[in-house]
């Protein structure tokens, strides 16, 4: 399971997610809180970034903007909504991947440039950061956080090629488009418009809705990370953003300014479908929800068990585990409950509690675990610091056998997209065979989903391309930058 603990440094040593990024804009004539709806957007994506949340409206040629550390419902009130006015919007909630958790790095980022404010928020990380940052400070230009995203705003801000006076919005993302490596779904507010675009590659995800009025019309239109946010705020989902594609939202709807580059293989983050994404949410055209059950299904025929109960681990193993439990015709039941009211704390939970963090979150249904043989499917394995106090709860609950499935393969390598997974001396399974997690951990047997297995889930194949370079080594992009850096 990969958890996004509260605490601020982590002290259970779980991955972070990336990012959550929204963009609303109204209709000429159409009343849209932008603020209010955008508020509940990045409520819906509060599982990508918990750490800081921000939003930036536009009225004229003024920007409002409110950021703050923690949970977004922590962050806004109605009080500081009601100054945040205008037809369009853009927010953010964040877990860092570069640079630090402070106030400094939480977005979106804001800057005055010479044709006005200008606004990003960003969901991925940049992997030739540290190149563009150095070319930066060559011309001049300073930077005032250790974040990739402030650079991606500075070089925003600098005029396009050409340009006479009158900013090229065009052609200064295209540049960003053609220059930054990696992982990059942004939102840009300038000007009194949206823009939105997502890296060649599509590595994170970003999606297009329309917001609807209430007869039923059309009142504005809604980017974010996760089709899921478009439910809350009454919006209809459209279309994925496609890699390498540009888009304006503004009071005349939306336009297509830079076609997707076809000829690129796309590489989605695998693990989107794995964990990061919300169940409810669609990717590629798909439930990601089904997904998960299919990656269960898979994992039953190269892994099955001789056992009386399938479990998950919940929230995010629990479809993997029902389409195990069906592949393999096993009752699925549940068999550890969550405190789902956990949230973002300053407080360490000292030394005794951190040795028993397991139990701070999960609590096992006794009643369905004792006196049987129980398979404990989960939707990965990182550090291996969860899975052993995990089967541990089982055994003392009465579980006669835990037999542990992981609905994803064995994580090997380090990510440089965007997701903070650990380093190589940090991973289990980089350091430990399977044989040997499976001691590690004390389960009676264990087995881990096939790369191959997984891309028949998601649907990998020549027309579709995943990144599962933490899983295969294989990145993507160029990460030369990071090589060494993280193992
Ligand atoms: S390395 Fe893993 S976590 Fe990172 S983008 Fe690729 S699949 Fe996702």
Not at 330 to 343: A, D, S, V
Not at 394 to 413: D, K, M, W, Y
Request: glycine content about 12%; overall charge neutral; aromatic content about 6%.
């Amino acid at each position: 399971m990969i958890e996004a603990w509260p605490t601020a440094d982590d002290p259970f040593g779980h991955p972070r997610e990336a990012c959550g990024v929204v963009g609303i804009a109204a209709l000429a004539g159409r009343r849209v809180d932008a603020a209010r709806a955008a508020f509940f957007a990045l409520y819906a994506l509060q599982h990508r970034g918990q750490e800081s949340a921000g939003i930036a409206t536009q009225v004229g040629d003024r920007v409002h903007i409110h950021r703050g550390m923690g949970l977004v419902a922590q962050v806004f009130t109605e009080d500081s909504l009601a100054p945040l006015q205008g037809p369009v919007a853009l927010g953010h909630t964040r877990y860092s991947t570069t640079g630090s958790s402070v106030l400094a790095n939480a977005q979106p980022y804001l800057i005055e440039t010479l044709h006005g404010p200008l606004a990003l928020a960003h969901n991925g990380n940049v992997t030739n950061a540290r190149a563009l940052r150095r070319a930066l400070l060559a011309r001049g230009v300073g930077l005032v956080s250790t974040s990739d995203s402030e650079v991606l705003t500075l070089m925003l801000a600098e005029p396009a090629e050409g340009e006479d006076g009158v900013p090229d919005w065009p052609a200064r993302l295209d540049r960003i488009m053609t220059r930054v490596q990696g992982a990059f779904s942004l939102v840009v507010l300038a000007g009194g418009a949206l823009y939105a675009l997502r890296d060649p590659l599509g590595l994170r995800p970003l999606c297009l809705g329309e917001l609807i009025g209430g007869q039923g019309e059309v009142v504005g239109h809604i980017v974010a990370s996760e089709s899921a946010a478009f439910g809350t705020v009454g919006a209809r989902f459209v279309r994925e953003v496609a890699p390498g594609e540009i888009l304006r939202l503004d009071a005349d709807g939306v336009a297509r300014l830079r076609a997707p580059e076809e000829a690129r293989r796309p590489a989605l983050c695998v693990f989107e479908y794995v964990y990061f994404a919300r169940p409810d949410s669609q990717l590629e055209g798909r439930d990601v929800y089904m997904a998960r059950m299919a990656l269960g299904r898979e994992l039953a025929a190269e892994h099955p068990a001789d056992a009386d109960l399938v479990i998950g681990v919940p929230d995010s193993a629990t479809p993997a585990a029902m389409g195990y439990a069906a592949a393999v015709g096993l009752p699925y039941g549940e068999g550890l409950m969550k405190n789902r009211y956990i949230g973002r704390t300053f407080i360490q939970p000292g030394e005794a509690l951190r040795r028993s963090s397991v139990r701070l979150k999960y609590n096992p249904i006794r009643e369905n675990l004792a006196g049987r043989r129980v398979v404990l499917v989960d939707d990965s394995i990182v550090r291996g610091n969860t899975m052993g106090p995990l089967v541990r709860l089982l055994r003392q609950a009465g579980a006669t056998a835990v037999h542990v499935r992981i609905s994803s393969p064995p994580v090997r390598h380090p990510c440089f997209m965007g997701i903070d997974l650990a380093s190589h001396a940090e991973l289990v399974a980089d350091r430990l065979s399977v044989d040997e997690v499976c001691a590690h951990i004390g389960a009676d047997s264990l087995g881990y989903l096939s790369v191959e297995g997984m891309g028949r889930a998601v649907g990998t194949g020549p027309r579709r391309g995943h990144c599962a370079a933490c899983f295969t080594g294989d990145y993507p992009v160029n990460v030369d930058e990071h090589r060494g850096e993280r193992g």
